[in-house]
């Protein structure tokens, strides 16, 4: 009998889908895998649109998400990996910080708890630069809300395993991209969020 269950959704970002592995857990997968305790229950329901942007995903995701909440005690959460979205590379950061905001700020008043994974990096040196900045509005906008954030960005964009995997996986993350973006999340904030020790280490 577990004493806890969790229902998580998981909205944003193509990494979610684990598009480009070969065993087919992507990052989501790897940290899911870890997570495991014995009174404890998660379901996992991945809401992914493809190609999808930060404005579209505003737009999208309660009608996604509010017809699943569970309306017993289990509790609703829900994961939010921002996109790469190419509509906000060509403009400002106020844009982008105004899309996720009104997720975050719908999301509690939904009484769901939210966790922010950031964009990972690009393989083009313009397109990481201002996603360097849409990283850092975007983490500001979570520490306001004190949503956890993780940062995907700064570790990986000049990680020599992580660009070597993304550069002969046609531009998607392979297998090692995926352990590494699972390890940012499970070692910065995920156990915490949940409100479990970390199963994973050995007493």
């Not at 910080?97 to 922010?116: E, K, M, P």
């Not at 992580?162 to 699972?182: H, S, T, W």
Request: glycine letters at 6%.
């Amino acid at each position: 009998m577990h004493t806890r269950n969790i229902r998580l959704f998981s909205v944003g970002a193509q990494t979610l889908t684990g598009a480009g592995d070969a065993r087919g857990l992507g990052w989501l997968g790897r940290v899911l895998a870890k997570t495991q305790a014995p009174d404890l229950l998660i379901e996992s329901y991945p809401l992914v649109f493809p190609g999808e942007t930060t404005a579209q995903l505003a737009d999208r995701w309660e009608n996604e998400v509010l017809p699943r909440l569970a309306t017993d005690e289990t509790e609703n959460r829900m994961l939010l990996a921002v996109p790469q979205d190419p509509l906000e590379m060509a403009g400002s950061s106020a844009r982008a910080r105004l899309h996720l905001a009104n997720t975050l700020d719908r999301a509690a008043q939904h009484n769901i708890a939210t966790f922010v994974v950031g964009p990972t990096p690009a393989q083009d040196t313009a397109v990481n630069k201002h996603l360097a900045q849409l990283n850092a509005a975007y983490q500001d906008v979570a520490v306001r809300r004190e949503v956890p954030y993780i940062d995907a960005f700064t570790d990986l964009v000049n990680h020599q395993n992580f660009n070597e995997d993304v550069m002969i996986n046609d531009g998607l993350p392979g297998q090692a991209a995926y352990g590494l973006i699972a390890w940012l999340v499970l070692n910065r904030g995920w156990f915490e969020w949940l409100g479990i020790t970390d199963p994973n280490i050995h007493r």
